[in-house]
């Protein structure tokens, strides 16, 4: 079983509409969580860290269910440059990050 | 400022052949990275420098892999003997260091998109 598991997707949405995605870890004791966005041929870059409390960051909103163990992301009123893979990243208990292989989103107009 | 810089870009090599891949890190970051990304997959992790410590190796794939960081910046990831299917784009990622929160950001260079004949 991979430590981070992602539905890849693609997940295909209406301009304005909202969507959510999960994201799964198989360590318990993993410390931190991130998103990543990655465009099509370009590098990931940090999207939002994921807090316990769960954070927003404008049209997104990250949660963490330790019990369950997922990561969840959430965009609201979705615009055309939203459309890229999100990568999910855990950091495990010995301090490597640890990626997901991405979910795809797709806005179409 | 500076962001992470990889070069070359691209690379065309024959089968068998030897490569070198450079990485300058962000001035200051003390963590580095190498993962490997295959067309549309995920990041594979390589290889991680941290300060002074032993580099975590745990996912080089073979030992034709190798990476080395000198000076505790700049790192060249080398591939000997190259096959095809090591063809992929090397990405690397820099990152200060610490234990949590903004400072385990990861900043990714463009990567060097390696095509092996």
């Known amino acids: 079983r991979k430590e981070v598991e992602q539905d890849p997707g693609p997940f295909n949405v209406p301009e304005g509409a909202t969507v959510a995605f999960n994201c799964t870890y198989s360590?318990?004791?993993?410390?931190?969580f991130f998103w990543y966005r990655q465009d099509c041929r370009k590098e990931p870059k940090l999207l939002m860290s994921v807090y316990s409390s769960g954070n927003e960051d404008g049209r997104f909103t990250a949660q963490l269910n330790r019990a369950s163990q997922y990561i969840s992301l959430l965009i609201r009123d979705s615009k055309l440059s939203d459309s890229a893979t999100y990568l999910c990243v855990v950091k495990n208990s010995w301090g490597k990050l640890q990626f997901g292989a991405g979910t795809q989103v797709v806005v179409t107009p | 400022g500076a962001g992470v810089s990889q070069s070359p870009s691209n690379k065309v090599t024959e089968k068998g052949k030897d490569v070198e891949l450079r990485c300058d890190p962000i001035s200051g970051h003390t963590a580095l990275y190498w993962y490997r990304q295959s067309l549309g997959q995920g990041l594979e992790f390589l290889i991680y420098f941290q300060g002074n410590s032993a580099p975590d190796k745990s996912g080089l794939p073979s030992d034709r892999f190798s990476a080395e960081r000198t000076g505790g910046s700049v790192s060249t990831l080398t591939i000997q003997r190259t096959q095809q299917e090591d063809s992929a784009v090397y990405l690397c990622a820099s990152s200060p260091r610490g234990e949590g929160g903004r400072a385990d950001t990861q900043y990714f260079g463009p990567g060097t998109r390696l095509t092996v004949l």
């Open positions: 360590n318990s004791a993993s410390q931190s």
